[in-house]
């Protein structure tokens, strides 16, 4: 069963542009989220995250917002770098547990 | 620091045989977890080790294990090798196991081919 969910496989978007990630997740229990790069033969890298507690966190490029009531977040990520190019994990725990639950992951295509 | 060093990157195993995955988490990291990551399936949480002790565990097969020593390492170890194993194998580790986002770290993957 698939409590975090990335629909978008893929996302291009032009250098200098912004890069919109979504997120949906259905276990209402989850108070964590967090977002992860990957590239290719490496390990995910940690990007940002939000508590549940809030609506926004914003770090240099990366922004995430969280709306707890659609059970949504997304990474905004402006302007876009050709070095964005990777694939973006949502990631969503509960309190005191032990696991992350992952989306599929979103691979992000940056044009020059 | 060291990072989380994952041994073996690569291996080639064959259908019905075993195979034993090693993670060496940072120096002072008590926490391992273990995730497999299939084309399209994103990552799948299989076990967290704390202190020796399996904290959680996630929705895999019996064929799968995992160990942790009392140094912190930890192994992993997949029984009766099936075609569908073939992945990528990421260890995280963490200081206490909770999360606080920045404070878990990836290993680079063991990539496992069963032919």
């Known amino acids: 069963d698939q409590q975090v969910k990335q629909n978008s496989p893929s996302l291009s978007v032009q250098e200098g542009r912004i890069s919109i990630l979504n997120c949906d997740y259905t276990?209402?229990?989850?108070?964590?989220f967090l977002w992860y790069k990957k590239y290719p033969a490496e390990g995910p890298t940690f990007l940002i995250s939000?508590?549940?507690?809030?609506d926004k966190n914003e770090d240099g490029r990366f922004t995430v917002f969280l709306n707890k009531s659609a059970k949504h977040l997304s990474l905004h990520i402006v302007p876009s770098q050709p070095g964005d190019s990777a694939v973006y994990f949502c990631?969503?725990?509960?309190?005191?547990?032990?696991?992350?639950?992952f989306g599929a992951g979103t691979t992000v295509t940056v044009r020059a | 620091k060291a990072g989380v060093t994952q041994t073996p990157r690569y291996l080639i195993k064959t259908r019905g045989q075993q195979v034993t995955l090693s993670c060496s988490p940072i120096?002072?990291?008590?926490?391992v977890s273990w995730y497999q990551q299939t084309p399209g399936q994103g990552l799948q949480f299989l076990f967290e080790y704390f202190s020796e002790t399996q904290r959680n565990k996630g929705n895999f097969p019996g064929r799968f294990s995992g160990r942790q020593f009392s140094n912190s390492r930890s192994e992993m170890n997949v029984s009766t090798l099936e075609l569908g194993d073939s992945a990528l194998y990421l260890c995280a580790s963490s200081l206490q196991g909770q999360f606080a986002g920045n404070t878990i770290y990836f290993g680079e993957g063991s990539w496992l081919t069963v032919v």
């Open positions: 990631a969503a725990l509960r309190s005191n547990d032990y696991k992350l639950s």
């Open positions: 939000i508590s549940s507690i809030k």
């Open positions: 276990n209402s229990m989850f108070d964590y």
């Open positions: 120096s002072g990291h008590r926490s």
